[in-house]
């Protein structure tokens, strides 16, 4: 099992920045990869951003390519996505997700992003 606990969220102007975090624990060492995706009201839930544990392998979502850039710091267990230039359509709930092997795929509880026009 993997615990997965989200913060950073709140409330910005259109244009301003967030950064998430994201904290692991558990059975964070067999973890292949850590990832962010969000959900708008009635919206279906939404890829942001992946990154490796290992091999520094970087995905975007189309939405947020050139905005947002993940990163993580193996030693802390914590992965991070910077937010710039937010939008209101980046208004959503931000959830982190933690993918090991045998297609298992672990959630966090998921962070609040309200950007104001």
């Known amino acids: 099992q993997v615990q997965l606990v989200e913060s950073g969220g709140g409330l910005v102007q259109a244009g301003g920045s967030l950064r998430l975090s994201c904290a692991a624990s558990g059975r964070t060492g067999s973890t292949r990869l850590m990832g962010w995706f969000r959900q708008a009201p009635g919206k279906e839930r939404e890829f942001a951003a992946s990154i490796t544990m290992s091999g520094n392998i970087i995905y975007y979502g189309d939405s947020v390519k050139g905005r947002f850039t993940i990163s993580r710091d193996n030693a802390k267990n914590t992965v991070y996505l910077q937010m710039n230039s937010l939008k209101p359509e980046d208004t959503a709930v931000y959830y982190c997700?933690?993918?090991?092997?045998?297609?298992?795929?672990?959630w966090g509880q998921g962070t609040q992003v309200t950007v104001s026009s």
């Open positions: 997700n933690a993918d090991l092997p045998e297609a298992k795929r672990y």
